[in-house]
């Protein structure tokens, strides 16, 4: 990873910070629930973490956090990500004809 | 294998731009399917990028760990239920809270002579990702129902839940403060981790979904803090993205209850009702009346407006297929149909939204309360299916009322109100109703899929 000074992260988390409450004031209340699934993706991030932790562990404690760890986050991402588009593939905007509701998805 | 630190940087960028454009194209139904994927390339850019750095050991271990998530990930994914959405969500959180505290924990072992800014982000990750992961886990098992979903309350809880914290934020405090111990990480994760399920025991079920989002707020927090440990700037950027969906979340749902996020958490919400003097209105002589399926079927057949207002009750019923069957029997009648969908019905934020959704009910049908408001006193009959708080109009009329003050759906403006209901059993806030001795409201008992079934025959047989 590249060295960057704290000030210039915490001014990125600051941007972060209102970045994420203007784009997320925009999603509309019928969406609230995939939000919080494709949020709940998005911190899957912390996959990254793990997998540094694990693939630099040299001692058995390490290794047994490390591995709990990935194991978590990708359980995290891949769930997270699948239970959204499952739900978002729900949201349509008027009824199919009954037969065709497979095919024209 | 990729060495350059700038091409690795800019790969990381890749990611954080695609996870700002997913939560972007959540703006609109339309498109929000799309940004999903986004997303999910995105997601792969970063785990590909971290996997081709140079020096990772523990190959066996990693893939493992991968294959062993994803199935995890895939199969909970797939075959949970859609009214089983808010433990799922519940869920994830925790994982991925529990995998940030983890990442901060194996830092602290691994770190010699930690610098203080390191510690503090060490401190704070492995401190909010154990709240989280814990009161995840408990809200998982209460909207499970493996504990009662109720509060659970004992003499004290406030100010020994406070006293936990503070000793968790004294030994982060020694932490930071130059005491490289082992043992005082550990003993802050066990306090943390004792503190989430004490935070959100005492929080009853209409309160989950203030829970749920605030819970969601802090894994982003906790992720974001893992960033600042191994700086790395996709971890701060994505947490924190994640963080500001969670508090807003929080915000506009503790808003829609009329209530703080403080009262939320420290108010242990059923506990506190009994006293107020409110519902005492059966006393004034009016009755509840009952009335049966057929009745109903004529009066929703003969009816030109019907609003539906789903509550938590049709998401135990699993209800939802059938309300859309009904909906569909009576506009093929000529009758216009809409929803009404209060912010908090249900456990989660948009919780009615999913099921009806999954019901293949058209989003354009469904209508938020400000907008659905309106429209009551124009509608002949309103069907209220396991929704009770939200419609109860002592939110308006009664100051002694604990929910004085929440905004509700105007239903007592309609001509008449048909409530489904199992029994007159008092609503999560275990408040009555005065809606249902309103004397244009009837009272349909019975389990809601069972009523919605017998009044689509009804209304067929017509």
């Not at chain 2, 199935?71 to 075959?79: E, K, Q, Y």
């Not at chain 2, 089983?84 to 969500?89: G, H």
């Not at chain 2, 409110?278 to 009816?303: C, H, I």
């Amino acid at each position: 990873m590249i060295e960057v000074p704290l000030v210039l992260e915490l001014a990125i988390l600051l941007l972060a910070a209102f970045l994420g409450f203007e784009v997320i004031s925009k999603v509309p209340t019928m969406l609230h629930t995939p939000l919080m699934s494709g949020a709940n993706f998005i911190h899957g991030i912390v996959i990254v973490g793990a997998i540094l932790v694990l693939g630099g562990a040299d001692d058995t404690f390490t290794k047994v956090v490390g591995f709990t760890a990935l194991v978590l986050a990708t359980a995290n991402v891949v769930g997270g990500w699948f239970v959204t588009d499952r739900m978002l593939g729900m949201f349509k905007r008027r009824p199919e004809p009954k037969q065709e509701k497979e095919t024209r998805e | 294998m990729i060495s350059d630190p700038d091409v690795v940087g800019l790969l990381y960028l890749v990611t954080i731009a695609c996870f700002v454009v997913s939560l972007k194209f959540l703006s609109s139904p339309r498109h929000a399917r799309k940004g999903n994927w986004v997303g999910g390339a995105g997601m792969l850019v970063a785990i590909v990028t971290t996997l081709l750095l140079e020096g990772l050991e523990n190959w066996v271990l990693i893939v493992i760990g991968l294959v062993l998530g994803s199935v995890v990930g895939v199969v909970g994914a797939r075959t949970v239920r859609m009214t089983a959405m808010p433990q799922m969500v519940a869920i994830f959180n925790g994982v991925g809270g529990g995998a940030a505290a983890l990442v901060a924990l194996s830092e602290w072992h691994n770190v010699d002579g930690p610098v203080w800014d390191e510690t503090i982000s060490i401190v704070l990750s492995a401190l909010i990702g154990s709240i989280s992961f814990a009161g995840s886990v408990v809200a998982f098992a209460k909207l499970q129902e493996l504990v009662s979903g109720r509060p659970i309350v004992f003499p004290a809880q406030n100010i020994v839940n406070i006293a936990v914290l503070v000793a968790a934020a004294v030994l982060g405090v020694v932490a930071v403060a130059g005491v490289e111990e082992q043992w005082v990480l550990y003993t802050l994760v066990a306090l943390a981790l004792l503190f989430g399920v004490m935070f959100v025991l005492p929080i009853g079920g209409a309160d989950m979904p203030v829970v749920i989002s605030l819970l969601n707020a802090f894994t982003g927090l906790a992720a974001s803090a893992t960033g600042f440990v191994l700086d790395s700037t996709v971890l701060i950027v994505s947490g924190m993205l994640v963080g500001a969906a969670g508090t807003l979340l929080t915000l506009l749902m503790a808003k829609a209850m009329n209530r703080s996020v403080t009262n939320v958490i420290f108010g242990a919400f059923g506990q506190v009702q009994t006293g107020a003097g409110s519902g005492r209105a059966a006393d004034d002589g009016r009755t509840v009346r009952a009335t049966t399926p057929e009745d109903v079927a004529v009066q929703l057949s003969f009816a030109r407006k019907v609003i539906v207002a789903p509550g938590y009750g049709m998401a135990v019923a699993q209800a939802q297929h059938d309300v859309r069957q009904l909906a569909d029997v009576l506009e093929e009648a000529g009758v216009e149909v809409k929803y009404a969908i209060h912010p908090v019905a249900g456990r989660m934020p948009g919780h009615m939204n999913v099921l009806l959704a999954e019901a293949n009910v058209p989003y354009t049908q469904l209508f938020e309360m400000d907008e659905i408001n309106p429209e009551f006193p124009q509608t002949d009959v309103v069907l209220v299916i396991g929704a009770n708080d939200v419609t109860n109009p002592a939110a308006r009329s009664d100051p002694g009322s604990p929910i004085y003050g929440m905004p509700i759906l105007d239903v007592d403006k309609a001509a008449s109100i048909v409530v489904l209901k199992r029994s007159m059993n008092p609503g999560f806030a275990g408040i009555d109703n005065e809606l249902y001795l309103d004397p244009k409201a009837t009272m349909l008992f019975g389990d809601a899929k069972d009523s919605v079934l017998k009044l689509v025959a009804a209304v067929k047989a017509l």
